[in-house]
């Protein structure tokens, strides 16, 4: 059994939750808009979403974030030489989706 993009959904703003699609759509939409500043990167062959999340934030159940800025819908449907916006800093992105 995997991790889905909702396994970890209490985790976030005191149990409330905020891994659902509508706060997918609002951090594409503010890193579309200049509001979350990213990082632009590749992906590489042997790479997944959830290993770039624990490199950059320490924690890999964070990979929704980096799909969402990326506009992918599910981190499987991103294959190698795709490319990523990767939110630089995940205190922005809890300011627009909470």
Known sequence: MGIGRYTFTNRFNRGEGISNPRSSSKIFRAVESGQISVTFARLGGAQRLDSIAYE???????????????????????????????????????????
């Open 56 to 98: 950059k934030y320490g924690d890999p159940s964070y990979w929704w974030i980096i799909a969402a800025a990326s506009g992918i819908g599910y981190g499987l449907q991103a294959s190698a030489g795709a490319y990523l916006r990767i939110p630089n800093n995940l205190a922005d992105v809890f300011r627009i989706v909470v």
